[in-house]
């Protein structure tokens, strides 16, 4: 079984940047698939993007790729988000999420979730 | 505008069967397994179901997904009040390279 803990909430001004992380315990941390799943309020879920520690290059959706970064720390088994240039539009709850076998395919482990306000 | 297709709402009184669908394409559902969430109210989404049709242990079998072609469905049977959540299909999109999602389903249980 795997946990995700995910760092705190987090209120932003537009045109700044969040860093959002998340620690996972109870695997092998670095042939998991990471990803980070948002969804704004009263929304759907998107994919957002995601990271193999091992392989360490990220993947990312288009439709945020210029903004985003993910990163992958095997020593402390902690993913992070970097979302820049923030917008009003960016307000959501930021998911991180873990599929065991390397796979972005579907996701079995979510951590807690961190709403981010911008305003 | 999700990539994926499903009613905004289902409902159902206790005990009976309810289905939900989600309608794709070739570039997703039509060549890729289904998953299905669940989404209590205030809380993470939660795997309900992998590869088209498996449930991860701890689901009930109450609960049976199927795929046909471009579409897929979640079917819930012996409905329970606790049921009552928002369900999300997803699967790979080969021409996105990515996951994607359905907008969601709320499943009332009258």
């Known amino acids: 079984q795997v946990q995700v803990e995910q760092s705190g909430a987090e209120v932003k001004k537009p045109g700044s940047s969040v860093n959002v992380s998340c620690k996972a315990s109870?695997?092998?941390?670095?042939?998991?698939?990471i990803s980070w799943v948002r969804q704004a309020p009263g929304q759907g879920l998107e994919w957002m993007g995601g990271?193999?520690?091992?392989?360490?290059?990220?993947n990312y959706a288009q439709r945020v790729q210029a903004r985003v970064t993910i990163t992958a720390d095997e020593s402390t088994s902690t993913a992070t988000m970097e979302l820049t240039s923030l917008r009003s539009e960016d307000t959501a709850v930021y998911y991180c999420?873990?599929?065991?076998?390397?796979?972005?395919?579907?996701?079995?482990?979510w951590g807690q979730g961190t709403l981010l306000i911008v305003s | 505008q999700s990539v994926l297709t499903q009613p905004p709402s289902a409902s159902g009184t206790p005990g009976e069967t309810v289905t939900i669908s989600c309608s794709g394409s070739?570039?997703?559902?039509?060549?890729?397994?289904v998953y299905w969430y669940q989404q209590l109210p205030g809380t993470a989404p939660r795997l309900l179901m992998y590869?088209?049709?498996q449930r991860p242990s701890g689901v009930p079998d109450r609960f049976s997904g199927s795929k046909s072609g471009t579409s897929a469905s979640l079917a819930i049977s012996g409905l329970r009040s606790e049921d009552e959540a928002e369900y999300y299909c997803?699967?790979?999109?080969?021409?996105?390279?990515?996951?994607?999602f359905g907008g969601g389903t709320k499943l009332t249980v009258l």
């Open positions: 990271i193999i520690p091992m392989f360490g290059t990220p």
């Open positions: 109870g695997g092998t941390f670095r042939g998991y698939a």
């Open positions: 999420a873990i599929q065991t076998t390397g796979n972005f395919e579907y996701f079995q482990y």
């Open positions: 997803g699967t790979w999109d080969g021409s996105l390279l990515g996951p994607v």
């Open positions: 590869r088209s049709n």
């Open positions: 070739s570039s997703n559902i039509g060549n890729n397994y």
